[in-house]
């Protein structure tokens, strides 16, 4: 069976402890998008870790972790993770990287920072990891495959020249930077081979293998749906799609082997990096919940910035949960909503004068003011509760009236940020 976690909003919904509680049951897990830009939060036996490129079930001895082709690899920091995991004292994990991955190169990670810096208050708010140039090159078809590394070294050094010729035009004249020099880019390239040669796989070939055999695969994303590039937040989004469905494409099986979709959403919103927000809140209202929410405060897991806060958007989730395809959904810091008297939802979007459940394109959503219904709230502490209806009527109202705003089920509740706080919930019929 094969099952995707992904997210329903911006990112940061909690996927990696859903993909850490869940990888219990699988045999394979796969990154199939996205790249280092970007991180998940474990807490787990071996302690507290921040993963950007590794999948987060990578802590079980009996699962192997694979770097689909859809993944931006920036190989120094997906070895240098590895490394500081094992340290830890986890068993060192199984590692299989597809050979038709596409390498992260210093040089994008230098363009990224650049270009962040020519727009200056005109930034995407990027995390200046490479991801947009890297895929840039990717689609313009003048970026390097990491079977590319195998080529012969004339042919290899022939395609140096040709990228770097581009790139040299950008960085004296637009930049007015130092330029590449070919032999840097190639020792670079010889580096990475060395590192990445043992784990290297034809990926699809073996995923159609495992399928075949029966095995549990399980497919994570990373972000979320508003920062899909083609219906997400358009332009503030990354450059990858976010969606299950570019799982298949990012792994390479078929589309029809994704049997459930299970989409993580926050029982509050959280965002990192620039966009239209509609729920979002400011000052002491925000700087509380940002305080007592997620793991430890509600801050970036790669570059540690504060988060942007706001209530849970129904508008926002229901649109997200739909293009993800949802067969579940995963609610991830119900227990962090415990102190509030009441707990205002965003139920609608008023744009114009008139109200709309629908989301809508980022020119519409940059005039939509929300609409709350209040809701109470039931001023306990929920962690430790392992039975739906041991909760508080409260908090059960709260996860019933979200669900039926959705129109998909809440299939599990997560009150707290162990592998172990996690309540399951049957489908209502």
Known sequence: MVRAVVGANWGDEGKGKITDMLGKEADIIVRFQGGANAGHTIINDYGKFALHTLPSGVFYDHTTSIIGNGVALNIPVLFAEI?????????????????????????????????????????????????APFYSDKYAKIG???????????????????????????????????????????QELMDYKKMVEPYLCDVSSYLWKAVKEGKNVLLEGQ?????????????????????????????GIAPYEIQQVITVCKAYSSAVGAGAFVSEIFGDEAEELRRRG????EYGATTGRPRRMGWFDCVASKYGCRLQGTTDVAFTVLD??????????????????????????????EKSKPVYEILPGWKCDIRGIRNYEELPENCRNYVEFIEGQLGFPITMVSNGPGRKDIIFRKKQS
Do not use: W
């Open 294 to 297: 997620g793991d430890g405060g």
């Open 144 to 186: 390097f495959q990491v079977s590319e590394l195998f080529l012969d070294e004339a042919a290899l050094r022939e395609k140096i020249e040709r990228v770097i010729l581009q790139k040299n035009i950008l960085l004296e004249h637009l930049y007015h930077a130092p330029v590449l020099q070919a032999e840097d880019i190639y």
């Open 223 to 251: 972000l979320g749906t508003l920062k899909d590039p083609d219906h997400g937040i358009y332009p503030m989004v990354t450059s990858s799609s976010t969606l299950a469905a570019y799982g298949a494409i990012g792994a």
């Open 83 to 131: 490394k500081s995991i094992v340290e830890r004292g986890v068993p060192a994990p199984k590692i299989l990287v597809s050979d038709r991955a596409q390498m992260v190169m210093s040089y994008h990670i230098l363009f990224d920072h650049l270009e962040e810096e020519r727009l200056a208050g005109k930034s995407f708010g990027s995390t200046k990891s490479g991801i």
């Open 336 to 365: 962090v909503l415990g102190y509030l008297d009441e707990i205002p939802v965003c139920v609608g979007y008023e744009i114009d004068g008139e109200v709309t459940t629908e989301f809508p394109v980022t020119c519409m959503l």
